[in-house]
């Protein structure tokens, strides 16, 4: 009975369902109908309407057409009028108001890049050609106010500018104004300590309140393509004034023959001026030239370049070419010492150079410097080598009569007490061949040795010229004396060493006994009488200290002799020297010391034979003894 009941309970659900989904598809289908007639209706409106939007549309295109047609009007008119406000500005010269001037051309620039890029503009050809033949009258202008002003406030630098930008220990001497940067009684080494020290002020080529409008100048010159304008204006007004400067300082050009004719006493001078106007141009006008050229041109880095390079080229050219000259010259002992000193201020001026000629387009320059600085310390050995030889084979005839000092040996060791003056550069310059294979200090002292034993074996023989060869030993032993005092009162010594002294004041010494020896042994001799038997008849014997006897004419023969010998020999050695006090007094006291004993002896045993005489005959020996040399 439940089932049934149940499915007739499914039965009336499901006529309900039925019934509800007639019910909504009939609200569907009204829906429908109602929606069609709402479209049909608004498709009438949109045809009725789309007439007027049409209309409407076209009033707002229109509306947008002419708020930019005015927009652009605004715009042209707006660079009309700032183009006619630059070119009022233009029409005037430059040098009335230069900076606004320059801000005339950038507008006037702005002003040509704006028409070329609205070149549909009915008249905008026009309008460039009227702008571009403005803007070229006003670079031609600009250029000619950039020469002016580059002129106007390039002048020469005076001498005494350049040297208010020198240390003290370089400016001219106040009691020697012909000598340029004389450096008075300082030596090498002092001079090149000091240097290390000193400060250089470059002078003011061109007022800094100018440098900013000449920059600006140029760099609207190059925006406009004209490099080259700008390039030989800037090459020959500057070139010129350092030319100019160079001449009043005192440089001049001076070839090879021409060094080659000159007196050495003038060509010393010279040099020295050189030296100083190298340093001059390195450190101050170089560096000043430097310093200009890259402010006017900043941010033009190769016309820079090229600017600098040509401007100095010439300047460099001629300093260096002096320098060529002299170490291409003949060679000879006295240059050695300017040929160091222009070695030395390449070796300064070194670091300068390589900064102010370091761009490709100063090669050429450099490297000049770089070879110079090479020929003049190849010059500079190859004449050290020349000295030792020449001192060594030295043939000068001209002897000294009074066997003192030789001229020859005083000029040597004033040279070596020069080189030692030098030994730092010498140092380099050993090193510059070597490369630093060889100890430095080494060199030195094996050179200096060499001099002083190519001086020794020259003295030897010019010793052999003297016929006596008590002179010989005399000359010899002033010579090597001269040698060994001026080597212990010099740096020498700490080269050569106490060994080296010790040595060379033996062979003093035995010099000196050689010339006692070879003077004083003869005489001597007189005062010697062996004993013999007396000899018989008339003259009987004279007692001696020996008891042996000789005879009285023996005796005063002896005495005879020895007067004459004596007087010969003092007559002889009144007229030699010995330069040295010291020296002098010991051989004097040394000679005393062998004769007198020898001639109070002969007093004492023979003084009986010539007792009238002996008093005044020690006297007179005494005297000539102690101022016989």
Known sequence: MEVPQALEALRDRAALVRESLQKSQTITESMVSILGSFDHRLSAL??????TQMRTHSIRIAHENIDKTLKAAETILAQFDLMCKAEAKILREPHEDLESYLEAIDQLRSNIQFFTNHKSFKSSDGILNHANNLLAKALSKLEDEFRKLLANYSKPVEPDRLFDGLPNSLRPSATSPGRQGELGSKNHSENQKNLEIAVFTPPTLIPPRVLPLLHDLAQQMVQAGHQQQLFRIYRDTRASVLEQSLWKLGVERLSKDDVQKMQWEVLEAKIANWIHYMRIAVKLLFAGEKKICDQILDGIDSLRDQCFAEVTANSVAVLLSFGEAIAKSKRSPEKLFVLLDMYDIMRELQSEIEFLFGSKSCIEMRESAQSLTKRLAQTAQETFVDFEEAVEKDATKTAVLDGTVHPLTSYVINYVKFLFDYQSTL????????????????????????????????????SKQYKDPALTQ???????????????????TDLLGDDWVQIHRRIVQQHANQYKRISWAKILQCLTIQGASPSGGGGGLLGGDTGSGVSRAMVKDRYKTFNVQFE????????????????????????????????????????????????????????????LI
Request: net charge neutral; proline share 3%.
């Open 46 to 51: 949109e045809t009725a309407m789309r007439p």
């Open 427 to 462: 140092k380099q310059l050993f090193q510059e061949f070597d490369d630093g294979a060889v100890d430095a200090d080494v060199q030195l002292t094996t050179v200096t040795t060499r001099i002083m034993q190519a001086l020794q074996t020259n003295l030897d023989g010019k």
């Open 568 to 627: 010969d020999l003092h007559m002889r050695q009144s007229q030699w020297n010995v330069p040295d006090s010291e020296l002098r007094e010991s051989l004097r006291l040394a000679v005393a010391e062998v004769l007198l004993p020898a001639y109070r002896s002969f007093i004492k045993r023979f003084g009986h034979v010539l007792l009238c005489f002996w008093p005044s005959l020690l006297l007179f020996v005494l005297i000539h003894v102690l101022h």
């Open 474 to 492: 005399l000359f010899l032993m002033n010579n090597i004396h001269y040698i060994v005092r001026s080597v212990r009162r010099s740096e020498a």
